[in-house]
Nanobody, 120 residues
Framework: QVQLVESGGGLVQAGGSLRLSCAAS????????MGWYRQAPGNERELVAT???????NYADSVKGRFTISRDNAKNTIYLQMNSLKPDDTAVYYC??????????????WGKGTLVTVSS
């Protein structure tokens, strides 16, 4: 089995910073694309940022210039550095990863989420 475990969420004032982490563990041959998504109350889940194994990144327009995604392939871990946080960034943040198992089959996994609350 594969698990994705997020950490780093919490309560922060507007303008502040938080750093999220997501570690993949279990029966993993390799991890391809990974990313962060978020879901605010009453809204659909939306993409925040993604990163390929080689380090190519993609960001939602709403977070460009404020958030930075990075990864450590040796640890099967990604990070999301969030600066200049706004109340609109309040959401549950979910980690996603395409994990290749030892049968060389890729499957999509999600973490359980970590809550980020930005107060005004």
């Amino acid at each position: 089995q594969v698990q994705l475990v997020e950490s780093g969420g919490g309560l922060v004032q507007a303008g502040g910073s938080l750093r999220l982490s997501c570690a993949a563990s279990g029966r993993i041959f390799s991890v391809n694309g990974m990313g962060w998504y978020r879901q605010a109350p009453g809204n659909e889940r939306e993409l925040v940022a993604t990163i390929t194994r080689s380090g190519s990144t993609n960001y939602a327009d709403s977070v460009k210039g404020r958030f930075t995604i990075s990864r450590d392939n040796a640890k099967n871990t990604i990070y999301l550095q969030m600066n200049s946080l706004k109340p609109d960034d309040t959401a549950v943040y979910y980690c996603n990863a395409e994990v290749v198992n030892y049968s060389l089959k890729g499957m999509d996994y999600w973490g359980k989420g970590t809550l980020v609350t930005v107060s005004s």
